[in-house]
């Protein structure tokens, strides 16, 4: 039995984005306005969140971080405009600003050259800002260079045989003969965490060549390859580092970015969407609402493997464990029980509404706004 809200009435809206259609910020603006049209007066909080992949950027801007744009090295090597959230000392960075897939010229897929390079950059930007503790989110990179790039734009030399700087890309790092770090950095005082739920190693048949790589366009051969090369930069890491981080989980995160980050960097490593919902105070900003929408593109298997809104329930069981949670998206394929045991309440998706999936990407928005009525007829009884 659904239990009646009580007047002045609070909605949380912490919705991640619908991918392809509306960004998280733009999810939480339209079921905000759909709940404001059906009952006048409530009062919405909105807080877009992230998994620690696209969007992790705009959902620390949305809760006061200012934004930094600069231009960096895209995964194609050409020039890219990307941005980190500054506050204080504190640095939020998401890999996929430049090394996204999205920021692939022409959308064409370079799983052998694509490369990790800008990430190196922001870091370097954010340090020169006065950044302290970096939040760097990983997810959605086009590359499987191990973080070689990443290293290299932070002061790493990795030399071929003819002691000539290896090319960018998983694939080259099978010249790599010599990695010199006389100029690096005194990272010292500087905390790294690493916004991610991957878990799988650097290398190996659950590696992030054999497992991901094919999602970026990876042939059989291709994997083949950047393996060799990624066990190569593993080798001339460890020796300068420590032993053993090739199989330590999350090295394979994000085309082996873990990797370089736990070489590197010092990084910890935690649940994204955990990470993202500290940064925004989300378990002080939830006590005591009324209600909990969140929401993402396609709730699915995935949604209960640590995506946002299995995150943001359980956030909320903890913050505020009376606060019923209810989540919107474009389509669901989880049962009711299911999702009951990730603690959501109720679902309501786009589809119900627009089956033509191509229709309902186009007018998300309005339709949002639909299904935000739907929630008030059943959560917000009149009067409230």
């Given amino acids: 039995m659904r239990t009646a809200v009580r007047h002045p009435c609070r909605v949380v809206i912490a919705p991640d984005k ?6 998280a910020p ?3 603006a339209h ?3 759909g709940l404001a049209a059906a009952v006048p007066g409530v009062r919405a909080d909105r807080i877009p969140v992230a998994d620690g992949g696209d ?3 705009d959902a620390a801007v ?4 200012r934004r930094v744009e600069l231009r960096v090295s895209g995964p194609a090597a050409e020039p890219v405009t990307a941005a980190f959230a500054l506050s204080g000392d504190v640095a939020v960075i998401e890999a996929a600003q430049a090394c996204g897939l999205s920021r692939l010229p022409g959308g064409e897929l370079r799983p052998l050259t694509a490369t990790s390079y800008g990430v190196g950059e922001l870091i370097a930007a954010a340090l020169r800002a006065g950044a302290r503790r970096i939040v760097l989110g990983l997810g959605g990179s086009a590359s499987t260079d191990g973080g070689a790039g990443l290293a290299a734009a932070l002061g790493a030399r990795l030399l071929d045989g003819a002691g000539q700087p290896v090319a ?4 080259a790092l099978t010249t790599l003969r010599d990695l010199r770090l006389d100029g690096w950095p005194d990272l010292s005082g500087v905390d790294v965490l690493l916004a991610s739920d991957v878990n799988n190693p650097l290398l190996g048949p659950d590696g992030t060549a054999a497992i991901y790589a094919p999602q970026k366009g990876a042939s059989a051969a291709d994997i083949a390859v950047l393996e060799a090369g990624l066990a190569r930069w593993a080798d001339a890491v ?3 580092r420590d032993a053993g981080l090739r199989d330590r989980p999350g090295a394979g995160a994000a085309g082996g970015l873990g990797f370089a980050a736990l070489a590197f960097l010092g990084a910890r490593m935690r649940p994204g969407i955990e990470v993202v919902l500290d940064l925004v105070s989300f378990g002080t900003r939830v006590a005591g609402a009324a209600l909990v929408v969140t929401g993402e593109g396609s709730l699915d298997a995935q949604t209960l493997r640590g995506k946002a809104p299995a995150g943001v329930a359980r956030a909320t069981a903890g913050a505020s464990p009376q606060t019923p949670v209810i989540a919107v998206a474009g389509s669901c394929s989880l049962d009711a029980p299911s999702l009951a045991r990730a603690g959501i309440a109720g679902t309501y998706a786009l589809a119900s509404l627009e089956p033509d999936v191509r229709a309902s990407m186009a007018h998300a928005g309005p339709l949002l706004e639909e299904l935000a009525a739907q929630v008030a007829a059943d959560w917000l009884p009149p009067g409230t």
Avoid at 62 to 65: L, S, T, W
């Fill in 26 to 28: 733009e999810v939480a």
């Fill in 18 to 23: 619908f991918k392809g259609s509306l960004s």
């Fill in 55 to 57: 969007g992790t950027v």
């Fill in 238 to 240: 460890e020796t300068e």
């Fill in 62 to 65: 949305a809760a006061g971080y």
């Fill in 168 to 171: 960018p890309g998983g694939a």
């Fill in 31 to 33: 079921v905000a306005r």
